[in-house]
């Protein structure tokens, strides 16, 4: 809209018949969100969350939208994606592939302690 130089009453007035027509719905975004991040690109709720927040999302709202990933939809994403990330660092030094998989998985978004207890588990 601000392309088209709208003034800023146009804006206001094409802004509510949008939301009122239900094309702009913060709700539909944040579950569509969630889904599609956990899905496909295997983020964890930790990144999701912070991506939500930067996009002005109330908290309340992104609770809701995680609670379209289940428990165990969730903990089976995490470990086969844990596993086959280890399988793939080539690394010798275990120290170094340590590393490379903590931040791997960090910068995924996953939790600290699902993330140690992973590590446990391949040491």
Do not use: C, P
């Amino acid at each position: 809209m601000r392309d088209f130089f709208l003034i800023e009453e146009a804006q206001n007035q094409i802004l509510m018949h949008l939301i009122e027509q239900n094309y702009i719905n913060e709700e539909r975004f944040a579950r569509s969100f969630v889904r599609g991040k956990h899905h496909y690109k295997k983020w964890g709720k930790v990144r999701i969350t912070n991506e939500l927040k930067q996009r002005d999302i109330s908290t309340k709202l992104i609770q809701m939208a995680l609670n379209e990933i289940s428990e165990q939809e969730y903990l089976n994403t995490f470990f086969t994606l844990a596993e086959k990330h280890w399988e793939a660092i080539k690394e010798t030094n275990m120290y170094k592939k340590k590393q490379k998989w903590l931040g791997f998985m960090m910068r995924r978004g996953y939790e600290s302690n699902l993330i140690y207890e992973a590590l446990s588990h391949f040491e």
